[in-house]
């Protein structure tokens, strides 16, 4: 083996060595097939492809870290909340498992600095913080099944962030929040929607909401959802003693 070689092999080997220990702590148990987990950080825009042609990147696994962080909030709810029905339950799911709290808990865990990308982290969303939570479950899951799944989110979500009480009164969409009130209020409400670019000329999104044709809040962001949902937490403030009457 030549001497180019021998320094690669070493680097590559001491590399997988530090992502082993880093991962480790993460978890807080040891990995058996470390190579899951690598691929729980792989972008898409890297192309990479395996022996057979199929895409190696984190979607995947994302998928099924999706699937097994609802069942275990599933199950821990239907044992924490036996007087919650149906609806009661699924809220409650919703909320511990939705986007802003995925994007929380990658963030927390500061996981982008696994990540593989032929593009800029500086690039991406605040969605590639939960993208990687969910990933790395699913790797979770691949390499030690499903209690160990259960482990680690009993340990990263469950105690540090599950409040049932306060969960009860977080509020997950302002947005479907007020539409429901106006609805039952029999009030009109709309949604106007502008661009409305910064000094900088960074592209961005203006939203007027108004209820029956009077402007109740404004709000700028650089994603028409993100702009419809800031307008309607302000617009929520303004009708809060009326709206938690309801």
Not at 8 to 35: A, M, V, Y
Not at 84 to 107: A, P
Not at 188 to 204: A, I, K, M, P, Q
Not at 218 to 225: G, L
């Amino acid at each position: 083996m030549s001497i180019i070689r021998k320094i690669f092999k070493k680097s590559r080997s001491e590399e997988d060595g530090i992502f082993f220990t880093d991962i480790q702590k993460i978890l807080g148990f040891k990995p058996i097939e470390i190579s899951y987990y690598k691929k729980a950080f792989i972008h898409r825009s890297t192309s990479k492809i395996d022996t057979k042609g199929n895409p190696i990147n984190y979607e995947r696994l994302e998928f099924l870290g999706d699937s097994m962080l609802s069942s275990i909030i599933a199950a821990y709810l239907f044992d924490k909340a036996p007087a919650g029905d149906e609806g009661y339950l699924t809220k409650m799911r919703s909320k511990i498992v939705s986007r802003e709290h995925l994007n929380e808990l990658g963030r927390d865990l500061n996981l982008v600095q696994f990540l593989d990308s032929k593009v800029p982290i500086q690039h991406f969303g605040e969605n590639i913080h939960g993208n990687l939570f969910e990933s790395l479950v699913g790797a979770i899951y691949l390499d030690r099944g499903y209690t160990y799944c259960e482990k680690f989110i009993q340990k990263r979500v469950i105690v540090p962030y599950v409040d049932i009480a306060k969960l009860e009164g977080k509020v997950i969409s302002y947005k479907s929040l007020l539409i429901e009130w106006c609805q039952k209020e029999k009030k009109t409400f709309h949604f106007d929607v502008f661009e409305d670019n910064d000094s900088s000329g960074e592209r961005l999104f203006g939203v007027k909401f108004s209820i029956d044709d009077k402007v109740i809040a404004k709000a700028r962001a650089t994603s028409k959802k993100k702009a419809e949902e800031k307008a309607s937490q302000r617009a929520y403030f303004a009708f809060q003693d009326k709206i938690d009457k309801k």
